[in-house]
C-alpha cells in the first residue's frame, strides 16, 4: 500500500457513488491529515446554493454559504462536506440554527486554528436575514480576503 492509500484508508464517499444523508446528524464528515500543518493558510468553501426548510411553513430557504477555515491537523474532504451541505435540503431549523450549526460541526470535526462562515440567505417575508459566526480572531500572519458577497439589493 503506497503513503497516500494509507492516508485517505479511511475515506468512504470518496470515488463512488454515494447518497444523500437523510439529516445533517447523520450526515458523515470526513477527514484527512493535513501534510501542511506547519503552514498558515486560509481554505474557502463556496456554497451559492444552499437550502434547507422553514421549520414553521416547510418552504425552502435559500442561502450563499461562505466558509473559510485555517486548518490545523485535518482537513475537511469535500465531497463529504458537500453531502453534510446537500442533508439540509429536507431539513426544518431557522437561518441562525443551519450557519452556526454548520460551523460547530465543522469545528468539533476538525479543530481547525480558526473558522467562520457566512450565510447570506435570501429574503424570507421580505427581509433577508445574514447569519455570521467565527471562531475568534484570526491567527497572525494569515491573509483572508473578504468573502465577497455584497448585502441583499433585490431589483435596486
Known amino acids: 500500500m503506497t503513503s497516500s492509500e494509507t492516508r485517505f484508508s479511511g475515506l468512504t464517499q470518496l470515488g463512488g457513488a454515494t447518497e444523500l444523508p437523510a439529516s445533517p446528524e447523520a450526515a458523515v464528515l470526513e477527514k484527512v491529515p493535513n501534510s501542511m500543518a506547519d503552514t498558515h493558510y486560509v ?21 450563499h454559504l461562505m466558509i473559510d477555515y485555517v486548518p490545523d491537523d485535518w482537513l475537511v474532504e469535500s465531497k463529504s462536506l458537500k453531502l453534510f451541505l446537500g442533508s439540509f435540503r429536507n431539513h426544518g431549523a431557522f437561518h441562525e440554527d443551519c450557519t452556526v450549526g454548520i460551523a ?45 458577497v455584497p448585502p441583499y439589493r433585490g431589483r435596486g
Open 43 to 63: 481554505v474557502r468553501f463556496t456554497a451559492p446554493e444552499f437550502t434547507s426548510l422553514c421549520p414553521m411553513t416547510g418552504q425552502p430557504d435559500f442561502a
Open 104 to 148: 460547530k460541526r465543522l469545528v468539533g470535526e476538525l479543530k481547525p486554528r480558526w473558522l467562520r462562515i457566512g450565510g447570506y440567505w435570501y429574503p424570507r417575508g421580505g427581509i433577508p436575514i445574514d447569519v455570521f459566526f467565527q471562531t475568534g480572531p484570526v491567527p497572525d500572519g494569515v491573509w483572508l480576503p473578504d468573502q465577497g
